[in-house]
């Protein structure tokens, strides 16, 4: 009888998709101080934990997901982040990062 050789098991995480709103407060340049633009961008963002539940620890990771997502996209620095919003959190499952990581070709053409 032969022992089948065995892979090193992956590490595997619980993916969470969340969608967010900030509210951002943007001053004007060429005005005092008092004076300001408001931004409220909806963005999303994935996180992976190793436990299966939302808990204060993913609400934290979301959050500066978003913040850190507005920051990249809109090359904002002087923004004031007033608020963070969750407006959903979507359970993607529990797999490996080259699981979640995994797509299919794209069709001819495109």
């Given at each position: ?12 995480f ?54 850190i ?42």
């Amino acid at each position: 009888m032969s022992k089948a050789i065995q892979q090193p098991k992956l590490p595997s995480f619980f993916y969470f998709l969340i969608t967010g709103t900030l509210y951002v407060r943007i001053p004007r340049e060429d005005e005092h101080e008092e004076a300001f633009d408001v931004a409220v961008p909806t963005l999303n963002v994935v996180i992976k934990t190793e436990m299966p539940f939302f808990g204060m620890q993913a609400i934290a990771d979301a959050n500066t997901g978003l913040q850190i997502r507005y920051r990249t996209d809109s090359k904002d620095e002087t923004g004031i982040i007033e608020n963070v919003v969750l407006n959903s959190v979507f359970p993607m499952g529990f797999m490996t990062e080259e699981e979640y990581a995994q797509r299919k070709p794209a069709p001819e053409g495109v």
